[in-house]
């Protein structure tokens, strides 16, 4: 059996070609459907669909042959078409119905037309032409929600409206005008006024009715309406309503009451502005222009469009012009030139010069009509765009605002498609390669950068980048530049589809860490040495140090003279001091050389008690008690936790002005912190003063402290996410309170 395809190319070479190309160039979606009977059931197969039904449904014509609808639009979707050519096969001829689908290229609301295709009998496929009704169902949702506020509007008048036909039959009343009447309970459709008024008053309504219908012009009568409860004064007025021909349909009368005059006819304006939008229709331009006689025909909405008075067009081409800007002639001429020799449509888009001197923008369509007796008219609209163009006009500003913007990033910022085409490349990009934004734009990166190996490096992660989907970080990355420069650049690649295209390319940015790294290398050699400083303050140094002491102790002892005893006394002291400075000098280094805080759980009890215990035996002439219990609670700290506490006691005795120095440390638990309170009777601290000790070498080197042990516990406790501040204590001295978060 001859495929649908095959089936339709008739008529020999010539009719093949008319019909194909009929097939492919219909402005409407066609589609071939095959079908086979087997066993009372029918298999309905996609063989073909032309260029507009592609376009419409976003499925090629290589991806709708051989499918079923269930393959094709998927169980739910499949069911209802499959069912409908069922139905076409089963009645053997041409059926209709809308239809709305969810299709890869959108939703549709179609127009569908299914006729079988009936070889000896049988029907052996089906021509489906789907015309895309997606505007005018919107037009009609349009139109159906003026209807109802043309309704709502009627309803909620004041003033009674009516319409009669052309023999004086309502045909519509408003509420207003079926209470005036007294029908609000009746079906007032064929209702007559003889129904309804006294004799004369109905004669004097129909004999008004002809004068509209046969003049078509507006009637205005005064009258006495009897209503339901007492008589009114009305004015009434009449006028024609036409149809698209220019024949009188329909009478439209409204009734108001005169008693307060003023009110009511402002009321009565209101009510024909809103009626004139209503019936008024849309506003796109209508116009005709007869080629031989040069005549122009414009309608009322065109006039308004243009901002003519209505009835003062002199309906010529050469009229039209002085309402389009002098700038855009030159394209409208062309657009018409173009239409008259081939027969396309037109299409052009220009600036109208209203007569309020604003400039609106719109966008003409025709169509050439040639008649029998060979005259030729192009007849077409016009849409206003201006609200299209100005969003336009803003659209391209601000893409102008954002490329300025882009180049003014020191960065590199550009985008490649798969390829390695350069989509987008901003000042800093072209700067690299010594090249501007224009020169690198559009060529392939293999062919700007300077090195080759660069080039390959960069494409393998941008193709990953592409085909996976997924935004990509690279730490660090060299480029040579266009002077042979070697850089570091920190870069991020993400994901990015060209807009219009929707095709795969990569968007990236690219930071230059250059200076950066070389300021790391910087500190990392500062670092190291630091480190060698460190391990020659902790062995070298202070081993001769402790020598020295040890000495000085001996020598001290064998002395007999008492000013030797206080020269040697006094170069003991000094010696232990320096041996305290190297070890304050140590913890300050092991602080200054972590890169980070690794904070983990560490046992406080411990911790504070080895200290109290060291401070003890180093300090015999100290007291330091505990106040109840120490919380046998872990916090989050590290191993540098005993510094904070040694340089707290150590400090609360140093600068005890008391013969015994007195200490007392205590504990308390609150929910996620314990509190460390360590008090003692020294002097006290000045409230202006309690925040600086905390600072670095507060304390001064000249005094017999570094000034480091309290600003090394700030930084420290600060490390830990604790806090650590000072108060007075009663009666006298001063309390340093450490509050250090727990682990639960």
């Not at 789907?130 to 109802?148: C, G, I, P, S, Y």
């Not at 469009?305 to 855009?328: I, K, M, Q, R």
């Not at 700007?448 to 970080?473: C, M, Q, T, Y």
């Not at 046998?632 to 340089?647: G, P, Q, S, Y």
């Amino acid at each position: 059996m001859d495929s649908p395809h095959e089936r339709f190319q008739i008529g020999g070479e010539s009719g093949e070609n008319v019909y194909e190309t009929i097939f492919c160039e219909i402005e409407d979606a066609v589609f071939l459907i095959d079908v086979e009977q087997t066993d009372g059931d029918y298999t309905f197969t996609f063989q073909r669909n032309n260029a507009s039904h592609q376009e419409q449904t976003g499925i090629s014509e290589d991806e709708m042959r051989g499918q079923t609808p269930t393959e094709l639009l998927g169980e739910e979707q499949g069911a209802e078409v499959s069912a409908r050519y069922r139905r076409c096969v089963e009645q053997g001829e041409t059926i209709e119905y809308e239809e709305t689908l969810d299709l890869p290229g959108g939703t549709r609301h179609w127009q569908t037309k299914l006729t079988p295709i009936i070889e000896d009998g049988d029907v052996s496929g089906i021509v489906g032409v789907a015309r895309d009704v997606t505007e005018r169902k919107e037009q009609q949702r349009e139109l159906r929600q003026t209807h109802r506020r043309f309704e709502t509007v009627l309803d909620t008048m004041s003033a009674a409206v009516f319409l009669k036909d052309t023999d004086s039959q309502y045909i519509l009343m408003n509420q207003a005008c079926r209470e005036l009447l007294d029908v609000e309970d009746q079906d007032i459709i064929g209702l007559t006024d003889e129904e309804l008024f006294p004799a004369d008053t109905a004669e004097r309504a129909r004999s008004d009715d002809r004068h509209v219908i046969e003049t078509g012009e507006m009637t205005e009568v005064e009258e006495v309406i009897q209503g339901a409860e007492e008589d009114s004064v009305r004015l009434t007025r009449k006028s024609p309503v036409y149809d698209e021909n220019g024949e009188v349909t329909a009478v439209c009368g409204v009734s108001t009451d005169i008693t307060d005059q003023k009110q009511r006819e402002q009321e009565l304006e209101a009510t024909k502005q809103r009626l004139s939008l209503a019936l008024t229709g849309t506003d796109t331009g209508v116009w005709e222009w007869d080629l031989d006689t040069d005549e122009v025909v414009w309608t009322e909405s065109m006039e308004r469009l243009f901002g003519v008075e209505s009835g003062t067009f002199d309906g010529t081409y050469e009229a039209f012009t002085e309402y389009v800007h002098p700038n855009d002639i030159p394209a409208v001429e062309k657009a018409i030139e173009q239409t008259v020799s081939t027969g396309e449509p037109l299409q052009v888009e220009y600036r109208i010069q209203s007569g309020a001197d604003e400039k609106l923008w719109g966008e003409a369509r025709a169509e050439l009509v040639e008649d029998d007796d060979g005259s030729r008219r192009i007849v077409g609209i016009v849409t206003d765009i201006t609200d299209r163009k100005r969003d336009e006009q803003a659209l391209q500003a601000a893409r102008r605002n954002l490329r300025k913007v882009i180049d003014l990033v020191p960065d590199l910022i550009f985008a490649k498609n798969r390829e390695g085409e350069y989509l987008l490349a901003n000042e800093a990009t072209a700067k690299a390669y010594g090249l501007t934004p224009a020169d690198v734009e559009s060529k392939r990166e293999v062919e700007i950068l300077p090195g080759a190996n660069d080039s390959d490096e960069f494409r393998e992660d941008d193709i990953d980048v592409i085909e996976s989907g997924e935004p990509k970080e690279i730490p660090e990355e060299t480029l040579t530049t266009a002077d042979g420069e070697v850089r570091v650049f920190q870069t991020t690649k993400i994901p990015y589809q060209v807009p219009g295209s929707g095709d795969d390319a990569m968007l990236g940015y690219a930071r230059d860490i250059t200076d950066l790294k070389a300021y790391e290398q910087t500190l990392e050699e500062q670092r190291d040495t630091l480190e060698l400083l460190n391990k020659v303050m902790r062995h070298d140094i202070r081993n001769k140090l402790t020598v020295m002491v040890s000495y000085t102790e001996l020598l001290q002892e064998s002395l007999t003279d008492e000013t030797d005893r206080e020269y040697a006394r006094r170069v003991l002291n000094a010696g232990q001091e320096v041996v305290e400075i190297s070890e304050m000098a140590e913890d300050v280094t092991d602080v200054l050389l972590r890169a980070d805080v690794d904070r983990s759980p560490v046992e406080l009890r411990p911790v504070l008690e080895r200290q109290i215990e060291q401070i003890r035996s180093d300090h015999e002439r100290a007291t330091v008690a505990v106040e109840g219990t120490i919380p046998d609670v872990a916090v989050l700290a590290d191993d540098m936790l005993e510094v904070v506490f040694r340089n707290i006691l150590t400090n609360a005795i140093f600068h005890n002005d008391k013969d015994i120095p007195e200490i007392t440390v205590s504990g308390h638990l609150s929910e996620g912190t314990v509190r460390i309170r360590i008090a003692d009777n020294g002097p006290g601290i000045a409230d202006d003063h309690k925040e600086q000790i905390f600072a670095e070498g507060e304390q001064g080197l000249d005094s017999t402290g570094t000034g480091l042990g309290l600003y090394l516990v700030k930084t420290l406790v600060d490390q830990y996410d604790g806090a650590v501040r000072v108060e007075d204590n009663e009666p006298e001295g001063s309390v340093f309170v450490v509050v250090l978060p727990t682990v639960e």
